[in-house]
């Protein structure tokens, strides 16, 4: 009989989708998504119901739900496995980012980091930046990186036209965080230069307010979370941007490379992990005409191909083979303990 994996989430997007599709070739799968704190409450009872049943509980980012997840799988005698990487484990002051720099929700990853038995943080920037916010046993953590789409591998024969494109869903938030008003403002530097800017848009004022600011040469593109479509579009364009103040990854970022865009890039987080050399560097956050002129560069850059190689490492076999080991090597040493 399959061992029994409970995996608990804020939502199954791409990332915790593909996890989800990892352990079901092993185990049997029982999925709880928690979206909020009112969620965690009115849920308790169930998550509570699940963990008694579970033989072992996966948990994606240290927030509430991986508090009480983490707490009642110690009194029961179950393994977790805490993945993190995000907002969960870091501080971005100049943006008030992170559950790391707040007052009283930094409880929740003090002891959900504390309680796991294993922490698998998805980059080391991300790894590194969880050790210095908070105290707990380095032994038990080790990065696993997270895997690109494999529809990203796939080379499409798309003629590259003079397009920067960028990624992200649009919201007030992001407009700050992933840059997206950036590189909206530089794209009136570039006239010869298509932006496009895919990405969710639940939030209409936010979505109006980019359509104000952009010039004729900015489109907009709502495709949802599709990803086949999204990256049609990145195959086209010569250079993807991602001018964040952190990126616990940059998985869009790495499927853009693998279609050969140059990526033009941050020097925050996890980005110069993933981007190397292959890339052009912005130093100044929130300034459009150094992001316009890196543009400009990469544009004129044959970096394309070695992009695409230096992306291409990050697979979902690899993350597929190390999350197994983990979540196999905890079962056998708790049946152990039986």
């Known amino acids: 009989m399959k061992k029994k994996i409970l995996l608990v989430a804020q939502n199954l997007d791409d990332m915790i989708l593909d996890d989800s599709k990892i352990l079901k070739k092993y185990f049997d799968v029982d999925i709880l ?31 509430s739900y991986a508090f009480f997840t983490t707490m009642f799988a110690k009194l029961f005698g179950k393994p977790t496995v805490l993945v993190v990487g995000g907002y969960d484990v870091v501080k971005v002051p100049e943006i008030g980012y992170g559950l790391a720099a707040h007052p009283i929700k930094r409880i929740f990853p ?36 997270l895997g690109v789409n494999p529809v990203a591998l796939k080379k499409y024969k798309k003629k590259k036209g003079n397009t920067a494109v960028t990624v992200g869903v649009m919201t007030k938030s992001n407009l700050t965080r992933k840059g997206l008003e950036v590189f909206v403002r530089a794209a009136k530097y570039l006239p010869d230069v298509k932006f496009v800017l895919i990405g969710d848009a639940p939030d209409k004022a936010t979505s109006e307010y980019l359509k104000n600011i952009a010039t004729p040469n900015v489109h907009l593109k709502n495709l949802g979370y599709n990803t086949e479509k999204i990256v049609q579009e990145l195959s086209k364009a010569k250079v993807y941007v991602q001018v ?38 912005v130093h100044k956050l929130g300034n459009p005409q150094e992001v316009a002129e890196k543009i400009r560069m990469a544009i004129k850059s044959k970096l394309g191909k070695k992009a695409r190689k230096q992306a291409m490492q990050f697979t979902l076999e690899k993350r597929e083979k190390a999350l197994i080991e983990v979540v196999n090597n905890l079962l056998t040493k708790y049946e152990g303990k039986k």
């Open 244 to 281: 964040s103040y952190h990126e616990g990854f940059g998985r869009a970022m790495a499927e853009a490379m693998c279609q050969e865009c140059v990526p033009v890039v941050s020097a925050r987080g996890a980005i110069p992990e993933v981007v190397l050399n292959t890339g052009f560097y």
């Open 33 to 63: 998504i928690i979206k909020s704190g009112a969620q965690m409450v009115a849920k308790l009872g169930k998550l509570i119901e699940k963990i008694r049943k579970a033989d072992l509980c996966l948990v994606w980012f240290a927030t």
């Open 110 to 145: 003090i002891f959900a980091l504390q309680w796991a038995d294993a922490v698998l943080p998805f980059s080391e920037d991300s790894e590194a930046q969880m050790l210095k916010n908070f105290d707990l046993d380095s032994d038990k953590v080790r990065t696993i990186h």
